[in-house]
């Protein structure tokens, strides 16, 4: 999660954000995996019908973003990044985007360490572009393992493919 924190603030600075906007990056990459180390079974049990069908991995996320919400966080925007950080959703904010870029790009990945160091280098002058590769690559191994991708996720890439080539 520092990771991430650290890649969102580093973003957010060489975009000018205003501070507030810099601290609020920066907390999302802290929140987005707050619940990742939860049983599977409880977090079940803390998310909506929509993400029922979810694997046990991937709860984390909207449980996070449902307990931020009982808990009187009322930022929409975070909520959302943090609950689709790894589907990806067309209605995530720029901020939402980057989290969704930064979860993958972090520096601790091992797996292609150079690719990922290749598209941080771009980052995030290129964000669309780069949430781009990212969410496809993704996709793309999602099929190969015979796996299905969500339809939130495929119009994610679609808005993507607009934002990026026009």
Not at 56 to 74: D, I, M, T
Not at 79 to 87: E, I, N, S
Not at 92 to 97: E, I, K, M
Not at 136 to 163: C, I, K, M, N, Q
Request: aromatic share 4%; net charge negative.
């Amino acid at each position: 999660m520092t990771r991430v924190s650290n890649l969102m603030r580093e973003w957010a600075i060489e975009r000018a954000e205003c501070e507030d906007e810099i601290v609020r990056w920066a907390a999302l990459g802290h929140l987005h995996d707050v619940l990742r180390d939860g049983d599977p079974a409880e977090l079940q049990a803390m998310v909506d019908d929509e993400f029922a069908d979810l694997p046990g991995k991937l709860l984390h996320g909207p449980a996070a973003a449902g307990r931020l919400a009982r808990e009187g966080v009322g930022d929409d925007g975070l909520l959302c990044a943090v609950a689709f950080h790894t589907l990806g959703h067309p209605a995530l904010d720029t901020a939402g985007v980057a989290l969704y870029t930064a979860d993958f790009l972090e520096p601790g990945r091992a797996v292609r360490a150079e690719w990922r160091r290749s598209l941080r280098r771009r980052m995030p002058a290129e964000l669309d572009e780069v949430a781009l590769e990212v969410a496809g690559a993704r996709s793309r191994h999602l099929r190969g393992l015979g796996g299905s991708v969500r339809p939130e996720t495929d119009a994610f890439l679609e808005l993507l493919r607009v934002r990026a080539h026009g």
